[in-house]
């Protein structure tokens, strides 16, 4: 791996948690070293104070002033030349050491004042091989009263010394122990972490594994069972998939909605054409669904860059637009004689895109033409209300036709399907409607017509923002 490069997180975790460790390690086997030592010197400070309270107890002081040692050693390492254990007194006129002091060098010895307890180390000594050495030295100010006779006290201070050796082998031992347990523990501790790592990494192994199999074209999306915190990674994953999709699905789909919009223009133009149609009316007409296809074209380029309609668009009238289809698809359906009636509520709009609206309309009121007997009615009325939202809308196209039995309306429904294979048409027509009512969050119901007997087409819009 490149220094340049970004460690991956297996490495950076499992280098932070290494150092992490090794420097709790280090500080747990410090304090540990710490509290042993001040547990050994304090456990050493007791055990001389006890030696020296044994002295003070059991010596005792001729009538010139001179130091008794006691009958009975106090421990026989005193009576030992140099081993490491010594006794010293300081007397006002004089000085008594044990016989394992007489030899050594040791430090200097002041008098205490009375019940003053002192605990000093390690201070060099010369050991009675000559060579150089450090001990502990405890030392207890005390007052003698011969008889009880107060002219007769005198201070002494008792000291008791110890080298270093003991407490430093037992310090030693210690020390290859905890730093032995530490390293083992760390070792295991290493080993788990790695483990540990490696588990809870898993699922985003998984997530990458699976990233790499919908790359292949393996897998269509990403599956839906992950850990909680790769919830809104993956399900970011899926919806990209989804849009990206939707998106090329609307692009291959917009020509031929485009194609399906300017039929029923060039239906109308080649109904004029063949009627024989003054000047004037075919140049009025010929402009009209000009206009229209322009607005056609423009409106399904505008559509499919934007994916989508606008959130607070502007309320249209729906009734001029109806209007206007309708004039069209009478001159095209002109021989069969259609009736096309409005029932519409006086200020009821669409609030939505104005080629949405069209391309509704229109797909909807041609597909009624196409099958009614004689007549079509539009109706368009409130839809639901919401507080502090835009109006719903309901709006239904009947017609006298055969209708739709209720089996074959999830099929018709579907792009490039018509009802009736023998009628001329793309089949797309009612997808379109379909596509347009699902952005809008609505409905489309396909039901029989109570009033004219044929089928109803009915669009609910729920209320807007």
Not at 71 to 95: C, K, T, W
Not at 306 to 323: D, N, Q, R, W
Not at 335 to 343: I, Q, S, T
Request: some cysteine; overall charge negative.
């Amino acid at each position: 791996m490149s220094w340049g490069q970004p460690r991956s997180l297996r490495a950076r975790q499992l280098l932070a948690a290494s150092l992490g460790l090794l420097a709790f390690l280090a500080l747990a086997g410090y304090a540990l070293d710490r509290a042993f030592l001040d547990t050994a010197e304090n456990n050493l400070r007791e055990r001389l104070h006890g030696y020296a309270l044994a002295y003070a107890a059991k010596g005792d002081f001729d009538r010139s002033g001179e130091f008794v040692e006691p009958y009975e050693p106090i421990d026989p390492r005193f009576d030992q030349p140099g081993s490491g254990l010594y006794a010293e007194l300081v007397l006002p006129n004089g000085h008594w050491d044990s016989p394992s002091a007489q030899g050594p060098l040791l430090p200097p010895a002041a008098m205490l004042k009375p019940s003053e307890r002192r605990f000093e180390g390690p201070l060099p000594i010369t050991e009675i091989n000559g060579d150089v050495g450090e001990a502990y030295r405890y030392g207890i100010g005390l007052t003698w009263a011969a008889g009880g006779d107060p002219r007769a006290e005198f201070p002494y201070t008792i000291y008791i010394l110890e080298n270093t050796t003991s407490l430093s082998g037992q310090v030693a031992v210690f020390r290859g122990a905890l730093w032995r347990y530490l390293g083992g523990a760390g070792f295991i501790l290493l080993l788990l972490q790695a483990l540990i790592m490696q588990w809870s990494l898993r699922p985003l192994q998984r997530v990458i594994d699976e990233l790499k199999r919908v790359q292949r074209g393996l897998a269509s999306r990403m599956s839906e069972r992950h850990p909680r915190e790769l919830e809104p990674l993956t399900e970011s994953i899926n919806a990209f998939i989804e849009s990206e999709r939707e998106n090329l699905d609307r692009q291959r789909n917009t020509l031929a909605d485009l194609a399906h919009s300017l039929k029923t223009p060039l239906a109308v133009l080649r109904a004029r054409l063949d009627d024989d149609a003054p000047d004037g009316e075919l140049r009025e007409d010929v402009d009209l669904q000009l206009r229209r296809m322009n607005d056609l074209v423009s409106y399904q380029l505008a559509r499919a860059a934007s994916g989508g309609h606008a959130l607070f668009a502007a309320p249209v009238a729906i009734e001029p637009h109806a209007e206007q289809i309708v004039r069209g698809l009478e001159k095209v359906y002109a021989a069969k004689g259609v009736l096309c009636e409005f029932d519409v509520t006086p200020g009821v709009q669409f609030h939505g895109e104005p080629g949405d609206l069209q391309e509704l309309l229109g797909n909807l009121l041609e597909n009624a033409f196409k099958w009614a007997h004689s007549r079509v009615l539009l109706t368009v009325t409130p839809g639901e209300t919401a507080p502090n939202r835009r109006p719903g809308l309901l709006l239904a196209v009947d017609d006298d036709g055969p209708g739709i039995p209720a089996e074959k309306v999830a099929l018709i429904l579907q792009r490039g399907v018509r009802g009736d294979e023998r009628v001329h048409g793309h089949g797309i027509g009612l997808a379109i409607v379909q596509d347009l009512v699902r952005g809008y969050r609505g409905t489309l119901d396909v039901v029989p017509s109570d009033e004219l007997g044929g089928a109803r087409f009915e669009v609910k819009l729920p209320p807007g923002l």
